[in-house]
């Protein structure tokens, strides 16, 4: 999808997105998780930054995918550190969807509860704040989940650039 932008490899300009949004969403949801008014005012936003980091580390590893293909083409070794780079890019992706889908539920399970009022959200269902706090907690943990997984990835990356220079 995306070989090139300017001119220049795409996947080095992509990485950046994921590497940013995706940490930035994760100390958003445990600023919210500790300050649950403040969902109000940033839930969507912070659901939109996720969302937005999430494309980024798709775009990202599809541009990577197309740039380890040039590399191969010209004849380039693909070293093993570049090929766990690829693979724990990919598990970037998933933590990163699984961070997403977990914040967007939150926001919205927060929304209907404002918007319907306790007593109708307690005949659907029997414990809300129950259900908001294990929300928080499993956003929490996936946002940390997405970030050490993108730092990670994004080390390997690195260290797979550095180490072709030697």
Same mark, same amino acid.
């Given at each position: 999808m995306f070989d090139t932008l300017?001119? *220049?490899p795409a996947? =080095?300009? *992509?990485?950046?997105? =994921?590497v940013v949004l995706i940490p930035l969403a994760a100390l958003g949801a445990l600023a919210i998780a500790v300050r649950p008014r403040w969902m109000r005012s940033f839930g969507w936003l912070l659901a939109g930054v996720a969302g937005v980091g999430l494309l980024g580390a798709i775009f990202a590893a599809q541009s990577g995918e197309a740039y380890k293909e040039?590399?191969?083409?010209?004849g380039q070794t693909?070293?093993?550190t570049l090929e766990d780079h690829a693979e724990m890019g990919d598990a970037a992706q998933g933590f990163a969807a699984v961070f997403f889908a977990l914040l967007a539920v939150w926001v919205l399970f927060a929304w209907w509860r404002r918007r319907s009022g306790e007593e109708?959200?307690?005949?659907?269902?029997?414990q809300p704040k129950v259900i908001a706090i294990i929300l928080s907690v499993l956003v929490v943990v996936s946002g940390i989940a997405a970030t050490a997984s993108v730092t990670v990835t994004g080390h390997s990356g690195?260290?797979?650039v550095w180490e072709s220079k030697k």
């Open positions: 300017g001119g *220049l996947h =080095p300009l *992509l990485v950046h997105i =994921p040039t590399l191969e083409a010209t693909i070293t093993s109708k959200v307690t005949a659907v269902v029997k690195a260290k797979s």
